[in-house]
């Protein structure tokens, strides 16, 4: 799996890149801080990024929310008589050959055409074949598969334009990335107070960070958009 973006580095060496569910500078909005103190900026992108790796596990989304690119996605078609088929992650911005194939022979197997044998239902994901698509393990195989939303990251970025296909993140994901961040800042602690050694560095270099589970409303949001198939 790749992910495409732009990465914008921060004076301490830590850089916020296109995994982030929402930026810096929304972050620090949220806390009262002002753009040119940057005392807590390493340890705020730091946050950042753990948390939204967090809303996209197991007990938020169940997938990735920002865009990426896989060079391959392999679908399982367990029964007879099914036509559709759901994509790792959505929206789906573009995809290559879609091709069907028994025992993974690839080379030969049966390259699909785009709104004749099959469609792409971009919004949600979903690949529906006309008839049924072949039965078996890995059975169908879908390349080039880019899919998920514009990290606000990207979008931020001067001269951005969406793309063909391209969709940015919601903003109720914004949101709750964005009081996830805060209530994980907040609920840092210092080593030192824990008997170990802050070494005379500041609370933003030193701190650990406590995210704890999701906030109730973080919880609900991301559950909107959490894929139940495994």
Known sequence: MTWQG?????????????????????????????DSDTDDDDALVQ?????????????????????????????????????????PAWPIVSCGAVVEAADNAWASGTTLVVDTDYYLDSDRGRLIRVGSWLTGRRSVRAASLKAGYVSPVTSSAGGFALASGQVLMPADVVGAAIAQAVHAFNKRIDPAAVGQSAGGASLSDSAVVLAGDLL?????????YRRLLP
């Open 6 to 34: 732009t990465g914008t580095s921060i004076s301490g060496g830590v850089s916020e890149d296109a995994t982030q569910l929402c930026t810096l500078a929304q972050v620090k909005r949220a806390l009262g801080v002002s």
């Open 47 to 87: 946050i950042i990024q753990q948390v939204s790796a967090q809303m996209e596990g197991l007990g938020g989304a169940n997938r990735r929310m920002t865009e990426h690119t896989l060079s391959y996605a392999y679908f399982d078609v367990p029964h007879a008589g099914c036509d559709i088929l759901y994509a």
């Open 216 to 224: 109730p409303g973080v919880a609900a949001v991301m559950k909107r």
